[in-house]
């Protein structure tokens, strides 16, 4: 078993595959990105190396991230051998190359997947994205629900954006079986400063929903980030996710891999240690769990104190999320 300084079970990794992205969301990197180098990601031996130890020692939970997961060529073979040792395997997307996926995707097991649509508008989507993708996202969308995949649509709420969507958002779940999840913005824009603070705290984004709704609270999964509700009679769930807010820290069970191998024990704090140099250097799997155990041993106790120790804001898209 994996434990933190805080006696917190980890059993959940964050793994991101690649920093690649075929969008620009502005809340997420610049236009111009410096993308890395294909021999500094993980390879897919790599990473069945990293976790297959991991998995032993109880990680039985796995999302996949990047960048835009589906843009590696090798997903589809790493999530094939992943998933004969990680019994839960989810994956995050922008949906513009997931749809031909799907049915494998379904043979493979992997039933989870974390959909990112901020708009339900084609022009708003273009001018959040820099990208014309929004028929691409909602066909993948469309396509999820017939395969009766379980769908969770994140939602990024933005001041001056988007807040005056919350409404139609919401109103996709009276006939849609998924679950609508408004998160708060974090600064992980890759523009450094440019970030001027979270304008919309989850209880404001519930307060404008309650204008139009009565909302039934759900009970608290264990280890959740959503707070979530149901309109009464609708078929789906919406959630908020307090991620700036930081009110789930916790309990809370997760690792991030980042596409170059770094170990984050935080979202908010930095690469605390690089298992990609590790292995490259021939440690085997007793080192790189120690190592990794070290780690844990001086995770921060929340993202607020983890922040005070890093103070430097990548872009999501090499965290993943
Ligand atoms: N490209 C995939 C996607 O967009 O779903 C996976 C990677 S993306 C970095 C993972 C998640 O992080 C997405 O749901 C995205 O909306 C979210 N995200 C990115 N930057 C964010 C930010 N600054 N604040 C809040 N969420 C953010
Ligand atoms: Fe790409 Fe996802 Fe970041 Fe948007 S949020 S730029 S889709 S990695």
Known sequence: ?????????????????????????????????????????????????????????????????????????????????LKTFIPEISITTNGVLTQPYIPQLKAIGIRKINLSLDTLQRDRFQQITKRDQFPAVMQTLNSLLEHDMQVKLNVVIMGGVNTDELQAFAELTKQMPLSVRFIEEMPFNGQGHAFSGNQWHYLRMLDALQEYYTLKKLPIQPQATSINYQIPGYQGQIGVIPAYSRTFCGTCNRLRITPTGGLKTCLYGGDVLNVRDLLRSGAGSALILQEIRHALGHRAENGFEAERQNQHWDSMSVIGG
């Open 1 to 81: 078993m994996l434990t933190d300084a805080h006696n917190r079970i980890i059993n959940y990794i964050r793994l991101a595959v690649t920093d690649r992205c075929n969008l620009r969301c502005t809340y997420c990197m610049p236009e111009q990105m410096q993308f890395l180098q294909r021999q500094e990601l993980l390879t897919n031996d790599e990473i069945l190396t990293l976790l297959r130890p991991l998995a032993a020692a109880g990680i039985d939970k796995l999302r996949i991230t990047g960048g835009e997961p589906f843009l590696r060529k090798d997903l589809l073979p790493l999530l094939t051998s």
